[in-house]
């Protein structure tokens, strides 16, 4: 990464999508925010915090309770030359406005052949934990991505969250820019200055040459304590971080699979039609030979998150389900007790349904 | 406010009329291969509102398109070019009838979701207003759109905003071939609108002057910062809901209601109104038919002689 001339900063996802709004907004006029909640006390978990008295009520609104027409509403803004910027506090939500996002956002610029765009950006947050349930935690991005003339991406670390908010903000596409509630509180790196991240570029967090896992979202973190823990026991595991899940960066996994021969697809969403299937599918496709054993899904199950925190014990993929697949994928000489002591240390000492420690609700 | 010849306003009828009949003649020959919906017997109310406008007003539309695109300026050979899937259509074959635009004249572009652009009307208004410009939008949809959330939704934002926006229902009573008594309770429409907190009004929609004097202090209203205008015109559909024919067969309308619509002509009451003025305007019909057929035999030569889209081209443009 080319970060020798950045300065090392550590904030928050958090905090890195406020001030990508900030800089966003200070450079061009043309962009606005609205969404339930986005000028509100908590300020949607302070990622829109101070943007309301910094750039007055014409740029940053709330909204009526209204996603279909609210997001016509800013598609026609968006064709009118403004750059919106809608906020959903959970992505349950935007199922609302499924027709305006499909219908009218996908479609305007091929179907104008071109003649017109719709530059908007739709963040969504997907929820997880402290009994969210079925219609708070969603994770809906194959859904989604299965429109063309729509890009989905899925940023993860707090550099990402920054960079591709304004790449997103910058592109004449309609972007969605589905975020997990659990990466809000991830601190990384994030530099001070305005820049950009492709949207269709996977990153490499972790090299190695056993096993591929091409991670999404929040499961890119899970995947990489499992990598970091099982190279204690001379597995070299590839971590990808896919960030985006439509494009997706097929050449990425390609390189990475030639290399190791085995692939995992680490999933946010629930298995049946989810996107962890339709990358293996092009895997397969584009790289049979280079596979020494089958392709593995780690996803949720198929059915609806419950809310009981007794009912979710099972329900999160987590680092443990990562090297559980690793060990079986690779098949080699374990020794059992070894293994124990790493699954052990991969143990979370946190209860299983909230971020980290000092998180204590209501969420 | 802004005044148009009433001679003009006839012509414009007349035009989108006959444009209209040729479609309908030349639609058995399996050339025009989309889904057309005719706006015959509804054309004052196009002409009336795109009257008042100025050119660099915007308008959005629905499935029944034809009639505004046209009376808004929209280029004639692009329109037909697009009917006969060809690439010199407005959507270069991607659209179809169902699918207009014309960015030129501020034609904003039609879809045939129901309701489906009275929010991007709603979007464009605030765009204007955020950037302080003195456009006004308009849209046009049907009594059906009424049933749908997303309209109520629009209506509530442009009054909550004060948008500088024109909402124009053309109640033709008919939801594809569903009276609206079988879909909504009695009662006007336009009450509604002003229950979310707009100015309403109502009209004859087959009077081309009547929709002109209703829509110009509308879009006056609109234009100074008096928040969105609402007007639901009524009128009558000649034509099956989609497809070029007359529809008797079917048996959801008598034969007598069909006469006594079409009996209602915006078209032939304005001719008559002008003739009693000046007799000599007869003469000038005349003259406009010639024409009108003129303009049309060649917009239908440029649209049959432009190249062909291929399925190469089908891919392109997902992105911008």
Redesign the interface.
């Known amino acids: 990464m080319p970060e020798l001339d950045m300065k090392k900063r550590t904030i928050n996802f958090s905090e890195a999508i406020r001030e990508g709004l900030d800089q966003a907004m200070e450079k061009d006029a043309r962009v606005i925010l609205i969404g339930e909640g986005v000028p509100d006390p908590k300020a949607i978990f302070n990622t829109t915090a101070g943007l309301l008295d910094k750039y007055g009520k014409r740029r940053v609104f709330d909204m009526p309770l209204a996603e279909n027409g609210m997001t016509g509403i800013c598609i026609g803004a968006a064709l009118g030359g403004m750059r919106p910027v809608m906020v959903h506090q959970r992505i349950d939500f935007a199922i609302l406005a499924m027709d305006q996002l499909i219908n009218n956002a996908a479609k305007w610029h091929y179907m104008f052949d071109g003649k017109a765009t719709v530059p908007l950006v739709v963040r969504m947050i997907v929820g997880r934990g402290w009994g969210q349930g079925p219609q708070h935690s969603q994770s809906l991005q194959a859904m989604f991505a299965q429109i063309p003339g729509l890009k989905v991406i899925m940023p993860t670390t707090p550099r990402d969250a920054k960079g591709m908010l304004i790449s997103a903000i910058e592109d004449e596409n309609p972007v969605l820019f589905i975020e997990h509630r659990w990466l809000h509180p991830i601190k990384g790196t994030v530099p001070e200055d305005y820049y950009q991240i492709p949207l269709d570029q996977a990153e490499i967090l972790h090299t190695g040459t056993d096993i591929t896992i091409a991670a999404f979202s929040y499961m890119a973190y899970e995947a990489l304590s499992a990598a970091k823990a099982l190279a204690s026991m001379g597995i070299s595991v590839e971590v990808l971080n896919m960030r985006s899940v439509r494009p997706l960066d097929i050449d990425s996994v390609l390189d990475s699979v030639r290399k190791t021969g085995r692939l995992i697809v680490a999933d946010t969403a629930s298995r049946a039609g989810s996107i962890a299937g339709e990358l293996i599918s092009q895997v397969v496709e584009n790289a049979f030979d280079a596979l020494k054993a089958c392709p593995v899904r780690i996803a949720s199950p198929d059915h609806p998150a419950p809310t009981s925190q007794y009912m979710t014990e099972k329900y999160y993929p987590g680092p443990n389900t990562v090297a559980d697949a690793v060990v079986k994928l690779i098949g080699a000489d374990i020794n059992p007790i070894d293994y124990a002591n790493l699954l052990a240390t991969l143990r979370s000492d946190r209860p299983h349904d909230v971020p980290n420690n000092k998180y204590s609700g209501p969420f | 406010m802004q005044q148009m010849q009433p001679a003009r306003l006839f012509k414009s009828m007349l035009r989108i009329r006959r444009i209209e009949e040729a479609l309908a003649d030349r639609y058995a020959e399996q050339e025009m291969r989309c889904p057309m919906h005719l706006c015959i017997g509804q054309e004052a109310i196009a002409v009336g509102v795109c009257a008042a406008l100025h050119p660099t007003d915007?308008v959005?539309s629905n499935h029944r398109a034809h009639g505004h695109y046209l009376a808004k300026g929209g280029n004639l050979n692009a329109m037909l070019a697009e009917l006969y899937g060809r690439a010199t259509?407005?959507?270069?074959?991607?659209?179809g009838s169902m699918?207009l635009?014309d960015?030129d004249v501020g034609f904003?572009?039609s879809?045939p979701?129901v309701g489906?652009?009275?929010?991007?009307?709603?979007?464009?208004?605030?765009?204007?207003s955020?950037?302080q410009s003195d456009q006004v939008?308009v849209v046009f949809f049907g009594d059906g759109c009424f049933e749908e959330?997303?309209v109520?939704?629009?209506l509530?934002?442009a009054a909550?905003h004060k948008l500088p926006v024109l909402f124009v229902c053309e109640n033709n009573d008919f939801s594809v071939y569903t009276r609206r008594n079988e879909r909504q309770p009695d009662r006007p429409i336009y009450r509604l609108a002003e229950a979310h907190g707009m100015a309403a009004f109502s009209g004859n929609g087959n009077d081309v002057e009547e929709v002109l004097n209703i829509s110009s202090e509308a879009i006056d209203n609109a234009r100074l910062g008096r928040g969105p205008q609402f007007i639901e015109f009524r009128t009558y559909r000649w034509r099956e809901h989609c497809g070029p024919n007359f529809d008797d067969d079917l048996n959801y309308r008598s034969t007598q209601e069909i006469e006594s619509g079409m009996g209602d002509c915006p078209i032939a009451s304005h001719a008559a109104e002008l003739t009693l003025k000046d007799a000599s305007f007869s003469r000038d019909i005349e003259k406009y038919e010639d024409e009108i057929r003129q303009e049309i035999a060649a917009a239908f030569e440029f649209a049959l002689s432009s190249k062909k889209p291929t399925s190469e081209d089908a891919c392109?443009?997902?992105?911008?």
């Open positions: 915007r959005f259509g407005c959507c270069g074959g991607r659209g699918h635009i960015l904003m572009g879809t979701i489906g652009t009275v929010p991007l009307a709603v979007g464009s208004a605030w765009a204007s955020l950037k939008t959330g997303v109520h939704e629009s509530n934002f909550l392109g443009k997902v992105y911008a």
